[in-house]
């Protein structure tokens, strides 16, 4: 079975500023999809950036960039110029196809607070 | 139009009582999946559905019975609620497979069960 660990339950960083969200994840598989979450106080699960996991360039959109290390099974995330509309509950997540249908697996969340 | 859509929102109940909530995509997944949000934000799933066949049934009691008549649709019925069923129930769809893949998720319906 498939885990995803979040090791920082929560984070602040200064509006402008740089922040890194980590996360590493457990699989014997070679060929999945790590995403990472946002989840504002509106609740509503919002998609922040994917990479597939036989891309070896990380993935970058606009202000939110990955570092996927496939060997270390590590997915952070970076944040660059935080803006306050960025705090939210972030999550990493862990998805697989297989014949029967795909799987999402979640860690358990980073409360990011961006202060002014 | 709304991708993943349930209903209701905000269900506030009593214990013992049966309550069942809706979900429904447009955007013609295989795959849907009914997950729980506790207190602490933890995200477990519940339930997976491919092409209305169940895959994924995680320890979950069995008072919680998910249905799925076609492949747009996932409701969740609970019979019997409890205090600890109290939670932020999300229902989401992927592609069974593909690039570009990625979950959909409803707005969650917020529980209370009183």
């Known amino acids: 079975a498939q885990t995803v660990t979040q090791s920082q339950p929560e984070m602040s960083v200064q509006e402008a500023e740089t922040v890194t969200l980590s996360c590493t994840y457990d699989t014997s598989e070679n060929n999945y999809y790590l995403f990472w979450y946002k989840q504002p106080p509106s609740r509503q699960m919002i998609l922040v950036i994917r990479?597939?996991?036989?891309?070896?360039q990380n993935a970058t959109e606009n202000r939110f960039s990955v570092n996927f290390q496939k060997a270390a099974k590590s997915f952070s995330l970076k944040i660059s110029d935080s803006q306050l509309g960025d705090t939210a509950m972030y999550f990493c997540a862990f998805m697989k196809h297989g014949t029967s249908g795909s799987r999402l697996t979640f860690g358990e969340g980073t409360q990011l607070t961006v202060n002014p | 139009d709304t991708a993943v859509s349930q209903t209701p929102k905000y269900l506030v109940t009593q214990m013992g009582n049966d309550k069942s909530i809706k979900c429904e995509q447009n955007l013609g997944h295989d795959t849907m999946y009914w997950y729980k949000q506790d207190s602490k934000k933890f995200l477990k799933i519940m339930f997976s559905?491919?092409?209305?066949?169940?895959?994924i049934n995680e320890t979950v009691p069995n008072r919680f019975s998910p249905k799925s008549p076609d492949k747009a649709h996932l409701n969740l019925h609970i019979n019997s609620l409890e205090l600890g069923d109290s939670a932020v129930y999300f229902c989401?769809?992927?592609?069974?497979?593909?690039?570009?893949?990625?979950?959909?998720f409803g707005q969650g319906t917020r529980l209370t069960v009183v």
């Open positions: 559905y491919n092409n209305k066949e169940l895959i």
């Open positions: 989401a769809s992927s592609p069974r497979s593909g690039m570009n893949t990625e979950a959909f």
């Open positions: 990479q597939e996991a036989y891309k070896q």
